[in-house]
């Protein structure tokens, strides 16, 4: 195979607007999901310093989750319930079924050691990756299950709304506002609520935190249940763009969210969310001009670059105390 | 006279270290007391102790006739502690109002009651409450501190060097605040390395070294003790 083949290329076709809108909606809507997934990541490190390695097996059981309720509810050529009703079980489904995950997780592997050496808890992460793909394939086989969601509606849900050079499936449309929406309530959340302060001050010191009183081992498990839940949605998002689920989904998903944490700097969550679409469309733009094969190339080449010029990523701050 | 807090034959070890050597100590309603030391003397590990951030691994502590050893910092927060950490560690990324508002996690209702009250006392809290406590000096940073940690209305409060890092005016302040504060009816244990300062405002003192309370008495007595001087420089 000749390398000159595996290149996209730039010709009158790659080289028009609307082309490039595709690659930019691609983009938006992969973005959205890793953004999803970036802020567990991020949230988990800013309370714990911990990087949650598992986070990605969290998303590949929630877009499990969303296959079953779909299959559940008789499938996507003839589902049994409206589409906005089955769409929206699936979603609530995912995300309480990683939620739960996430706090168990928290729970069995990460609590026991968290006053250990931070390899130690970095070790159990990996671990239980490793055993939820192993799980995942136990239960489920090896044969990716298909979420079949051209068969909704017949199809119509990957037609194209137009609006002069610019294009949009009503699938992309539906994923894209979805994370929007889940991003502004945790936006909201945290900034508004008092659970959501609680989180910033156990982020900043957590030691500090709990000499206010607060119950610190309540708000970790809060911030997993968030942060899983977020991307549980992330998975079923995944299922209903690629149309299917393996017990492997999440380690790339999961690689590319983490990234995309780095690049925002992590513990940020404005961050994670910018770093996501960066990501996202960094990855979209490789594809449709260059070569799939060289999108993974590009993506990290980026986290090179922005890491050398600025270290703590896009919006995360140096360690700066004033006494 | 029932104490407030009591502290009877701690033992408190970091991994294989073992930092406080069987202390025990007493605060009274009210009262104010001072403990005193030198660097690594356990003053901050006695405070997370009776905090229970760090658990004793022998002994009890309890505070207003309850045995709260086996108690989590939170439930011992709500039952009426409080403290104004070393280096005031404020949450620097958040406004004044939320530092304030983190003082009263606990409290529900009384939070409004309590902000209110430091607007009235601290109309510059009031003017800065959109600031970021980050940006603010280090001597407003201290008065936050202080007026964050009694948003709880505590029985007890806590200061953890009160002195460190503030100009001589600062600290003079400070004192004062403290006095204020005692007057009030609040009983304070305040951690200080400087002794006089510490002393000439309290009821009582104690005197750590190296994990061991070595002297104790009235503040008075203390002031006088030719054997202080010593204690501070080791031993």
């Known amino acids: 195979m000749g390398g000159i083949h595996l290149l996209a290329g730039f010709d009158s076709f790659t080289l028009t607007w609307p082309y490039f809108f595709d690659q930019l909606v691609a983009g938006l809507t992969l973005g959205s999901l890793y953004a999803l997934l970036a802020l567990g990541y991020s949230m988990v490190y800013g309370i714990l310093k911990l990087l949650n390695f598992a986070h ?19 499938g996507a050529a003839s589902p049994d319930v409206p589409i906005v009703v089955l769409l929206l079980l699936m979603f609530a489904a995912g995300m309480l079924g990683s939620g739960l995950l996430g706090v168990a ?24 990756s490793f055993f939820l793909q192993q799980l995942a394939t136990l239960l489920f086989g090896s044969i990716p299950k298909q979420y079949n969601t051209f068969g909704l509606h017949n199809g119509s849900l990957f037609n194209r709304i137009t609006l002069g050079n610019f294009q949009i499936q009503y699938m992309q449309l539906i994923v894209v506002v979805s994370a929007v929406v889940l991003m502004l309530a945790l936006t909201q959340l945290v900034a508004r609520t008092k659970v959501g302060r609680a989180m910033r001050a156990t982020s900043f010191d957590l030691e500090a935190a709990s000499m206010m009183g607060i119950d610190i081992d309540r708000v970790i498990m809060f911030t997993f249940f968030v942060g899983s839940a977020l991307a549980g949605a992330g998975g079923v ?60 190339v590009i993506v990290f080449a980026l986290l090179v670059v922005i890491l050398l010029m600025r270290p703590t990523g896009l919006f995360g701050t140096p360690a700066l105390q004033k006494v | 006279m029932s104490a407030l807090l009591e502290l009877s034959g701690i033992n408190t070890y970091y991994g294989q270290m073992h930092i406080l050597q069987d202390v025990s100590l007493k605060i009274g309603e009210g009262e104010l007391v001072s403990l005193l030391g030198g660097n690594a003397s356990g003053k901050s590990t006695t405070l997370k102790t009776i905090l229970g951030i760090v658990p004793a691994r022998t002994g009890n502590v309890r505070f207003g006739g309850e045995d ?5 910092t939170s439930y011992r927060i709500g039952r009426g502690m409080a403290i104004v950490p070393e280096n005031r560690r404020l949450f620097a990324p958040m406004t004044v109002l939320e530092n304030l508002e983190m003082g009263a996690y606990l409290q529900g209702d009384g939070m409004k009651e309590g902000l209110e009250r ?20 280090g001597g ?21 060097e009160p002195s460190m890092g503030l100009a001589p005016i600062l600290v003079e302040r400070s004192f004062e605040i403290i006095q204020q504060v005692h007057a009030s009816g609040v009983a304070m244990l305040v951690v200080e390395q400087n002794a006089n300062m510490a002393l000439s405002i309290a009821d009582r003192g104690y005197v750590l070294s190296t994990g061991r309370l070595v002297l104790e008495g009235a503040a008075k007595e203390l002031l006088a003790h030719e054997d202080l001087r010593k204690a501070y420089l080791g031993r």
Do not use: C, H, W
């Open chain 1, 56 to 74: 990605g097996e969290v998303f590949m059981i929630g877009s499990y989750i969303g296959y079953f309720v779909l299959t559940a509810l008789g």
């Open chain 1, 105 to 128: 997780i928290e729970r069995f592997a990460y609590r026991p050691l968290r006053s250990a050496p931070r390899i130690a808890p970095l070790i159990s992460a990996l671990g239980v």
């Open chain 1, 237 to 296: 998002m995944n299922g209903l763009i690629f149309q299917n689920v393996n017990a492997y989904v999440g380690f790339n998903a999961g690689l590319k969210a983490f990234t995309a944490a780095v690049v925002g700097g992590i513990g940020s969550i404005k961050g994670a969310m910018f770093g996501g679409l960066t990501i996202g469309v960094a990855q979209a733009f490789a594809t449709g001009y260059l070569s799939s094969a060289y999108q993974d």
């Open chain 2, 68 to 72: 709260v050893t086996a108690r989590r």
């Open chain 2, 118 to 137: 430091v607007y009235s006392l601290f109309p510059i809290v009031y003017e800065r409450r959109q600031q970021l406590a980050g940006t603010l000096s």
């Open chain 2, 140 to 160: 407003e940073q201290q008065m936050v501190a202080m007026r964050r940690a009694l948003m709880s209305r505590p029985k007890l409060l806590l200061m953890d």
